[in-house]
């Protein structure tokens, strides 16, 4: 269960970061603020990636 799940955040996280430059290049985010988008989305999304893990994890249970 571990390794599918770290294998589909990684997928998660590649596609999020895809999605992500495509809207800075659309929306044309200068350079010095497209740090702070990623870096913003990649925080959120990897704690709701491990919000999920832990609720799936106790559902188990």
């Not at 990684?10 to 603020?33: A, G, H, M, Q, S």
């Not at 990636?49 to 249970?61: D, G, M, Q, R, W």
Request: net charge positive; aromatic share 14%.
């Amino acid at each position: 269960m571990l390794i599918f799940f770290i294998l589909f955040a990684i997928f998660i996280l590649f596609y999020i970061n895809k999605l992500t430059n495509t809207l800075c290049l659309v929306r044309e985010i200068p350079e010095d603020r497209q740090t702070k988008v990623f870096r913003t989305i990649n925080v959120l999304i990897t704690i709701l990636l491990v919000s999920s893990y832990i609720e799936i994890l106790f559902a188990k249970h």
